[in-house]
T-cell receptor, first 112, second 117 residues
Framework: QKEVEQNSGPLSVPEGAIASLNCTYSDRGSQSFFWYRQYSGKSPELIMFIYSNGDKEDGRFTAQLNKASQYVSLLIRDSQPSDSATYLCAVEFSGSARQLTFGSGTQLTVLP | NAGVMQNPRHLVRRRGQEARLRCSPMKGHSHVYWYRQLPEEGLKFMVYLQKENIIDESGMPKERFSAEFPKEGPSILRIQQVVRGDSAAYFC???????????????FGAGSRLTVL
């Protein structure tokens, strides 16, 4: 069974702090990893994707991938109230032909 | 608007009726995916299509659900004889062809919210 696990939260951080969101996955052979943000009642929108071990930075967002530990995380620096949303981790499992498996999401609230 | 277009945005059906949801992929994209999101749950893969071909339908319920992506026109997700448990948000996503970096990045439409009375 190929699974993507996330803490459902809610996770609350004060404005300006670093928010850390974590995700583990079951298939060691997975190659592609994605973070989406979903505001309530809206569709998911891509934040970042990462394919290689290590860190990938884009503005205030950093994705971290550790394939040996089957772990991918998203750090949000200088969190803003507008970052309050549900963050979805998605994995393209090996042999799944572009199908993404999503975690259940972590609800983040940034407190002003 | 060059994004993924879905319609209708909201659909209300009574039990036993049929629901048809349509999706036009982003310009330049040839791969279409349907996902379902039940209230307070994550996105669940349903089906992956290219023009005139179903590539992966491993997430589709065995009965009442079907999908197509004809040579001309939008992709259609069809739910026959709807039941209350079908009430959900149905999201369509698209991606470009090829295997270059980022080719498997999905762009989502705004979703179609089905309510079954």
């Amino acid at each position: 069974q190929k699974e993507v696990e996330q803490n459902s939260g809610p996770l609350s951080v004060p404005e300006g702090a670093i928010a850390s969101l974590n995700c583990t996955y079951s298939d060691r052979g997975s190659q592609s990893f994605f973070w989406y943000r979903q505001y309530s009642g809206k569709s998911p929108e891509l934040i970042m994707f990462i394919y290689s071990n290590g860190d990938k930075e884009d503005g205030r967002f950093t994705a971290q991938l550790n394939k040996a530990s089957q772990y991918v995380s998203l750090l949000i620096r200088d969190s803003q109230p507008s970052d309050s949303a549900t963050y979805l981790c998605a994995v393209e499992f090996s042999g799944s032909a572009r199908q993404l498996t999503f975690g259940s999401g972590t609800q983040l609230t940034v407190l002003p | 608007n060059a994004g993924v277009m879905q319609n209708p945005r909201h659909l209300v059906r009574r039990r036993g009726q049929e629901a048809r949801l349509r999706c036009s992929p982003m310009k330049g994209h040839s791969h279409v995916y349907w996902y379902r999101q039940l209230p307070e749950e994550g996105l669940k893969f349903m089906v992956y299509l290219q023009k005139e071909n179903i590539i992966d339908e491993s997430g589709m319920p065995k009965e009442r659900f079907s999908a197509e992506f004809p040579k001309e026109g939008p992709s259609i997700l069809r739910i026959q004889q709807v039941v209350r448990g079908d009430s959900a948000a149905y999201f369509c996503a698209s991606s470009p062809a090829g295997r270059h970096s980022g080719a498997n990045v999905l762009t989502f439409g705004a979703g179609s919210r089905l309510t079954v009375l």
